[in-house]
């Protein structure tokens, strides 16, 4: 998660123009590392990077709306950024994000928000009005569904109680919190750890995908089809913002197929919600018999980490995972020529069917 900035503190931040030199200048560097960028946070602007405090008035709406889009520009259209407060991004581009406009591509629906005094007190340090509170914490909460959410805890004074467990865990919840920095303020940190839901802090940032059932056919022949049904719940404080590809493994440790699912969304499967989807799929006509694992994929989108296990998306279930495979086994299915049900000859791949 990188962030550029000119000072670590209230020193002088440089010129527009000389930002958007700078950004330029770093895009080759991005776009060739955009594999292992979770997000980018939209620094450049004031004391630490975090849009306030500017010496050269980039905090204007006119100067920040174009660092931001250049940074979005320098940056592959399959990655985000992080704005510091909901006030900057309405300024930008307006209403919260809709159902209809998440993930499609445009400036609006890849810029995330970021909060880095979050419990500091009842605005945040700033990070809301105090004269519209709820307003834009019901902005964040509903951009927050698609897009990322994170920062670090501070404090400005002795005292604050906004950093006990039951409210900490309420904001997360309720802002789809992805990920906190764990290095500061180190005593808010320590106060998860002494009362208690640090763990489960750890455990729900993000997303935490489960799987609650999964039906999976025993039996099924060569150039056989059959309909793949899956319900997950999702108990993460947050979502995949990030588009990952989901396909459906059919493996015996000798022989391999896989399918990509295209219609089915992984980020659309929603903090605290049940996820359902079912795939119709054909088997190729010329698989061996014998027991397969029938398994769901989820790896990393970037095709120079999609063969490695480390990147793939892991259940919370207990049972199921392959380390070595990278994917969760939904059960074992045979394959058996004298299985029920209709074959195609013809069939040369394992494949997507209709909708069922």
């Not at 004031?46 to 006119?62: F, I, V, Y």
């Amino acid at each position: 998660i990188p962030r550029f900035a000119y000072n670590f503190g209230f020193e002088d931040d440089a010129p527009l123009s000389r930002v958007l030199a700078h950004i330029a200048q770093i895009t080759p560097v991005l776009q060739a590392n955009a594999d292992v960028i979770a997000v980018l946070h939209a620094g450049f602007i004031g004391a630490w990077g975090e849009w306030h405090a500017s010496t050269n008035d980039l905090t204007s709406p006119e100067n920040s709306k174009q660092i931001a889009e250049a940074l979005l520009d320098a940056l592959p259209a399959s990655r985000m950024i992080q704005v510091r407060t909901p006030r900057a991004k309405e300024a930008m581009w307006g209403a919260p994000l809709t159902p209809a406009e998440a993930f499609d591509g445009s400036y609006k629906a890849r810029t995330g928000h970021l909060n880095d005094c979050f419990l500091c007190n009842d605005t945040d340090a700033g990070t809301y009005p105090s004269s519209d509170l709820e307003t834009y914490k019901t902005f964040v909460a509903q951009e927050t569904l698609f897009t990322p959410m994170g920062g670090e805890t501070c404090q400005l004074n002795e005292g604050n109680q906004r950093g006990d467990c039951a409210t900490t865990l309420a904001e997360m919840e309720r802002l789809h919190w992805s990920y906190i920095n764990l290095d500061f303020f180190e005593p808010a940190i320590e106060r998860w750890r002494t009362e208690g839901c640090f763990d489960t802090i750890e455990r729900r940032l993000g997303y935490r995908f489960g799987l609650v059932e999964a039906d999976v056919p025993p039996h099924v022949r060569p150039g056989g089809n059959f309909v793949l049904r899956v319900q997950l719940h999702n108990d993460g404080f947050g979502s995949l913002y990030n588009e990952r590809p989901v396909f459906v493994v059919l493996d015996d440790g000798s022989n391999r197929y896989e399918v990509e699912l295209p219609s089915v969304d992984a980020r659309r499967w929603a903090a605290g919600e049940d996820a359902e989807w079912s795939a119709h799929l054909e088997l190729p006509s010329n698989v061996p018999e014998g027991d397969y694992a029938l398994a769901v994929w989820l790896p990393d989108e970037a095709a120079a980490l999609r063969a490695n296990p480390a990147f793939s998306v892991r259940f919370a279930n207990d049972a199921g995972w392959d380390p070595d495979q990278g994917y969760h086994v939904l059960g074992q299915v045979q394959i058996d020529d004298d299985a029920a049900g209709s074959s195609n000859p013809d069939a040369a791949a394992f494949t997507v069917l209709d909708e069922p």
